[in-house]
């Protein structure tokens, strides 16, 4: 699962653009939801832009809150900014070792290597995110933040995504 504020932007095209690059077959599925999220909007403008561009089905995007459910069912939570870390850990603090920021996540690989189970590791790693992990909220803030923004998602899921095998 993939968190952000509104579940409009971020998550969003976390989510979506995830979504677009599973093999056929792949048991894994993708959600999102927000820590204020703007529950039942659309993709923000300009974000839709960017996700057509990228060919990813997010039209049917109905913005949600996170919930405890939604944790605890979730194989991992990446986020994308401390902020949201540190909000789900406060208010369900036995899942903290599922949640990590996206481009945390995708730097990590490495000294993980591709072969390591991802979610197994990722529910052992402790290590606090740096500030470069950190994807910048988007919203309202014009086209060249939202382009910026989805092409960091873009970039973390091009390693994430294909470690997470099917």
């Known amino acids: 699962m993939f968190v952000c504020t509104g579940n409009i932007a971020r998550s969003a095209s976390a989510q979506y653009l995830a979504a677009a690059m599973l093999e056929d077959g792949s048991t894994w599925t993708f959600n999102s939801a927000g ?3 703007m529950v039942g909007a659309g993709v923000a403008r300009h974000i839709d832009i960017e996700l057509a561009q990228r060919g ?4 049917q995007h109905l913005a949600k809150q996170i919930t405890e459910r939604l944790v605890r069912e979730s194989a991992l939570v990446l986020v994308m900014e401390k902020e949201h870390l540190d909000w789900i850990v406060h208010e369900w603090p036995q ?6 920021l996206l481009c945390q996540m995708a730097r ?7 072969r390591v189970d991802p979610v197994a590791f990722m529910m052992q790693y402790d290590e606090e995110p740096l500030a470069q992990d950190e994807v910048a909220d988007p919203y309202l803030r014009g086209p060249e933040a939202a382009k910026v923004a989805v092409q960091r998602i873009q970039e ?3 390693i994430v995504v294909p470690w997470l095998g099917n």
Request: hydrophobic share 30%; proline share 0%; charged share 25%.
């Open 156 to 158: 973390a899921l091009d």
């Open 35 to 37: 820590t204020g999220a």
């Open 108 to 114: 990590v690989q490495k000294q993980a290597g591709k």
């Open 56 to 59: 990813a089905q997010y039209d």
């Open 95 to 100: 899942y903290r070792s599922k949640v990590h």
